[in-house]
């Protein structure tokens, strides 16, 4: 099981906000467990922090801004990008100002640092939120689309389209997340000159210069208007009516733009709260589908709180019903375990096929077969046992019984013909042959109950 994971130690970076023209400083410190991305303001009073979701997004305008009442942060998508394309879960990020300067305009430096100080697992396993049908955000007005599909990895495609010849149509895909620090994190933001005069208007991109954009010239203007544009770059006066790119370094791939639109879409990703398994295809991508679909994603998250473990019926299991019953000393009819799909040091699943044919069902009810919420915290507590079982020399010599139940919940009705998936996880290590544990059961995507308890195992005479 994939743990939670922080930085070792905290790293600084320096520089210039896009927009503000401000000298900035950025600190990227260790956080504990479930603590999430927040971001502080330590020049204000009292030191704010926002925590970095995307319902705390509060403008999309060249960049991605998040606020809270007045206090707001901006340009944070390049950093927030490179804690999640490292596998890093937790992490206070403190800024002097505004914004995240802007640095040279990709992920780059962070990544850098993030290798110098090194990366630390927690105790916490990863909270994945894995995708198990399609979810597509769309806005008919602009054309922007993205759609994520189950995957066993977290991988985007991105396509792009510009109103521009030297930037038309380009695509650009990351397979691995593993490639982002090679493929995707040196990728510059890029800006075309005819939006640097609005910007400048709009009182933004202070900070810019070809040291942290790429910029394209790729519709003519006239020269006396380039020669403006270029005293407030600070380069030399260029010939009106030559097009292209205006930068300082070259393209470091022919798809540089659309690998940058990759980054942009990893950094709003990064704001659903969760590490995702699920491929991500975006149609003209930007900050502000890239959020509608991050809200969207969280709201998905909150209905599926507890994800259901995911059970392929042609898999062998880890343990048949004669281990099991090998194990506990339950028989019919109360052996209420039929397998084993999953077992771990710390959690299970096991699966229970209900059929017309339980006994329990003459009872309750002969008109209407509900399978009793006491048999549903029942079977759950025999795959505790079988997992606690699972620790001990001769475990076919100890037998196990409830101690304690509690935080009983039932949501659904349990009928014939459903398969129940059995979820137990220990809260905490076996003591003195007493463990307590979580346990939740499923049918398909949804919990229809769940119970804390507590057990002990006893060694028969």
């Keep these: 099981m994939l743990k939670q994971m922080s930085l070792k130690g905290s790293f600084s970076l320096c520089g210039k906000g896009l927009h503000t023209g401000l000298s900035l400083t950025v600190t990227f410190n ?87 100080v090194g990366v630390e697992e927690l105790n916490a396993p990863k909270d994945w939120y894995i995708i198990r049908h399609k979810i597509e955000v769309k806005d008919e007005a602009t054309g922007s689309c993205i759609t994520i599909l189950p995957d066993e990895e977290f991988s985007l495609t991105a396509m792009c389209s510009f109103n521009s010849k030297f930037v038309n149509s380009q695509f ?116 502000t589908i890239n959020n509608k679909f991050a809200r969207q994603m969280r709201r998905e998250i909150r209905k599926h709180e507890i994800q259901a473990p995911i059970y392929d019926p042609n898999d062998a299991p880890i343990m048949d019903n004669i281990r099991i019953r090998e194990l506990l000393p339950h028989r019919y009819p109360m052996q209420l375990v039929d397998k084993v799909i999953a077992l771990g040091a710390t959690s299970i699943v096991g699966v229970k096929n209900i059929t017309a044919n339980e006994p329990f069902f003459q009872g309750h009810f002969p008109q209407e077969p509900v399978m009793p919420g006491v048999l549903q915290i029942e079977a759950m507590a025999q795959c505790g046992g079988l997992l606690v079982l699972n620790t001990v020399e001769e475990p076919e010599r100890w037998s196990t019984y409830f101690l304690k139940i509690d935080d009983v919940k039932f949501r659904q009705k349990v009928v014939p013909g459903d398969t129940l998936l059995f979820k137990v996880d220990l809260l905490a290590p076996v003591r003195h042959g007493i463990s307590s544990m979580k346990g939740y059961v499923f049918v398909g995507d949804h919990v229809v109950s769940e119970a804390t308890f507590t057990a002990q195992i006893v060694k028969n005479k």
């Excluded at 490292?86 to 640095?103: A, R, T, Y």
């Excluded at 640097?196 to 394209?216: C, F, Q, R, S, T």
Aim: aromatic share 6%; net charge negative; proline share 5%.
């Design 30 to 116: 260790p956080a504990p467990e479930n603590h999430g991305y927040k971001i502080q303001r330590i020049d204000l009073d009292g030191m704010p922090v926002i925590e970095a979701v995307a319902e705390n997004v509060i403008d999309t305008q060249r960049g991605t801004v998040l606020g809270k009442g007045d206090v707001r942060v901006s340009t944070v998508e390049h950093g927030l990008a490179a804690l999640y394309a490292m596998g890093i879960d937790n992490c206070l990020i403190q800024v002097n100002g505004p914004e995240f300067p802007i640095l040279d305009g990709s992920a780059a430096l962070y990544i850098n640092k993030i290798k110098e």
């Design 172 to 287: 650009a895909t990351l397979d691995k997340i593993d490639d982002f620090a090679e493929e995707i994190a040196p990728a510059r933001t890029f800006v075309f000159v005819r939006d640097i005069e609005p910007l400048l208007k709009a009182n933004l991109i202070k900070g810019g210069d070809l040291d942290n954009a790429i910029v394209i010239y790729e519709k003519q203007t006239t020269q006396e208007r380039l020669d403006q544009l270029a005293d407030f770059l600070k380069v030399p006066h260029m010939d009106a009516t030559k097009l292209g790119y205006i930068q300082h370094k070259p393209l470091v791939w022919e798809n540089e733009c659309t690998r940058h639109k990759l980054l942009d879409i990893i950094g709003d990703m990064a704001l659903i709260g969760k590490p995702i398994k699920g491929r991500i295809i975006a149609t003209r991508p930007g900050h």
